[in-house]
């Protein structure tokens, strides 16, 4: 534990200016954030906690730091981090590199052999591997799985839903685009107990040899609920939910679940957010305790969220 410390702490201060903002908090205000924190470093230790990593937090260097200096310092406390994360920007730079054009229905990617193909090696060849190293690199054990490994996540096809008006739904095949049937719990389990960070690809094992992407905000849906994780942490491009999108003022720090699925029918929500939502009442649905949509844009967000008081995202009821 001691040395898990140190190493977050050297990783944490390793610039000119993290070191002036480092210093310039007094020894009475570094005191009391800890204070305020210590209810909840008490009541989330040993709790296992799912994170989904995605949007501006996967692109942006900075950010990406943050992120993982955050995981390191909650497994440091004793919280058991569950990472699944996403790669869409990645998959569709690359797929632009190729001559491919992407396209999407819901917020969810149309996928074509090829594109399954590539979206498997850029997610678990290039991402996850990052992810795994930048933990490893702090001192902290983290071991990349693919949803194939031990066929950890088993699925099946997935249809996209369109509403149309007058509550009309369409289903449209968006190719091998799957959805989770059964999470293999005891990898993870076993993988926590003995201390290392999961950190998950969102690639689904069909029947036979087929291979499915997976939307990450579902798989780390399932995976939360499966656990029955303390909480999932959603990472997304946004502050959380709005009433009204052009209205920051309209900003929602909790929401009852009737509402939300409300919001989703009548347009509110729409776009990337439809999956993200869907998959936030799913988790709660299979026995996730608390879920949050929280702005992967803000630096230490998960610190933010999970250790102050007020919090920082939308938590759905």
Do not use: W
């Not at 917020?107 to 933990?135: C, H, P, Q």
């Amino acid at each position: 534990m001691i040395n898990e410390l140190n190493a977050f702490n050297i990783a944490t201060v390793n610039t000119p200016d993290e070191v002036a903002a480092h210093t310039t908090i007094s020894a009475a205000g570094k005191a009391s954030i800890l204070i305020e924190a210590l209810p909840y470093i008490q009541k989330f230790a040993g709790k296992t906690m799912v994170i989904k990593y995605g949007g501006n937090a996967m692109i942006s260097e900075e950010l990406k730091n943050k992120v993982m200096q955050d995981i390191a310092l909650m497994k440091c406390i004793g919280i058991k981090p569950v990472i699944v994360h996403g790669g869409g920007p990645d998959i569709t730079s690359f797929l632009e590199k190729v001559g491919k054009t992407s396209q999407f229905v819901n917020g969810l990617r149309v996928t074509d052999a090829e594109t399954v193909t590539i979206a498997e090696m850029v997610l678990g060849g290039k991402i996850n591997a990052e992810i795994v190293s930048r933990l490893n690199t702090l001192g902290i054990p983290a071991i990349g799985l693919s949803g194939k490994d031990a066929n950890l996540l088993m699925a099946h096809k997935k249809l996209a839903e369109v509403h149309e008006a007058g509550g009309q739904i369409n289903h449209v095949d968006i190719g091998f685009v799957g959805e989770v049937t059964k999470v293999n719990t005891e990898i993870i389990n076993d993988l926590l107990d003995k201390g290392y960070v999961p950190v998950i690809s969102p690639i689904g094992a069909g029947k036979g040899e087929t291979t499915y992407n997976i939307n990450a905000d579902y798989v780390a849906a399932e995976v939360a609920g499966a656990l029955q994780a303390e909480k999932l942490l959603m990472l997304t491009n946004t502050k959380g939910i709005y009433t009204s999108l052009d209205d920051p003022k309209s900003f929602l720090s909790s929401i009852f679940k009737a509402d939300a699925v409300a919001m989703i029918e009548d347009g509110t929500i729409q776009g990337g957010m439809i999956p993200k939502v869907e998959a936030v009442l799913h988790a709660l649905e299979c026995g996730t305790k608390r879920v949050t949509i929280i702005d992967g844009r803000e630096p230490h967000a998960l610190l933010l969220e999970l250790f102050t008081n007020k919090g920082i995202g939308t938590e759905i009821i």
